[in-house]
């Protein structure tokens, strides 16, 4: 089967630079997608990493290490509209493209 | 419409009542899904239909019963549900094959009495 792991809340102020981080167990490893669901609305899609490395979109980034099975999230610049949970998912060679298996979010607060 | 739509945004319904979830995606896409939101809980995972048919039932209790009549569309029926089954339900889709993200919409929230 497989673990997803990442905090439950975190807290930053407008304009500086947060990292969400999300650990993973998986027998067949096959790509991690990073989500952002503001409160009471659609999971947006945000990033998708299957190779190491880090993948740059604006003021998002993702990086992924396989061997580690870890991947962290980085938001710079932060602005109050980036308060929203952010949702890790994995998805396994085993299960096949279809399914996706989601950690339980990282809630962030943005302050003044 | 645009995206991935459903109906109703918010559902209040007693334990003997039935109803009906909708939703319906305009992207042209053959996959679509089935998920359960609760409070401090990973998303999960329910069914999943490909070109209409069901390739997946993440073990659901049959007071759930989903109906795919066409690609586009996608429905959960809901009869004699428990309090423990309020939550918010999120529809889905997808192109089929390739490493492609799901998309989603923006759920039901349903309260069950």
């Known amino acids: 089967g497989q673990n997803i792991d990442q905090p439950t809340e975190m807290t930053a102020t407008e304009g500086a630079i947060v990292q969400i981080n999300c650990t993973y167990q998986?027998?067949?490893?096959?790509?991690l997608f990073w989500y952002q669901q503001h409160a009471g609305e659609a999971p947006t899609f945000l990033s998708y990493?299957?190779?190491?490395g880090l993948e740059e979109k604006g003021r998002f980034s993702s990086f992924l290490s396989r061997s580690k099975g870890y991947s962290y999230l980085l938001l710079k610049e932060l602005q109050m509209k980036d308060s929203a949970s952010y949702l890790c998912?994995?998805?396994?060679?085993?299960?096949?493209?279809?399914?996706?298996?989601f950690g339980t979010g990282t809630r962030l607060l943005v302050s003044p | 419409e645009t995206g991935v739509t459903q109906t109703p945004r918010h559902l209040v319904m007693g334990m003997t009542n039935k109803k009906s979830l909708k939703c319906e995606q305009h992207?042209?896409?053959?996959?679509m899904y089935w998920y359960k939101q609760s409070a401090k809980k990973p998303l999960e995972l329910m069914f999943v239909?490909?070109?209409?048919?069901?390739?997946e039932n993440n073990s659901v209790p049959s007071r759930f019963s989903p109906e795919c009549p066409n690609s586009s569309h996608l429905f959960l029926h809901l009869h004699t549900l428990q309090p423990e089954d309020s939550a918010l339900y999120l529809c889905?889709?997808?192109?089929?094959?390739?490493?492609?993200?799901?998309?989603f919409g923006p759920g039901t929230r349903l309260t069950v009495t």
């Open positions: 889905a889709s997808r192109p089929t094959g390739g490493a492609y993200e799901q998309y």
């Open positions: 998986t027998s067949g490893f096959n790509g």
């Open positions: 990493n299957v190779l190491d």
């Open positions: 998912a994995v998805r396994d060679r085993d299960t096949g493209f279809q399914k996706l298996v």
């Open positions: 992207l042209g896409h053959n996959a």
């Open positions: 239909y490909n070109f209409k048919e069901q390739t």
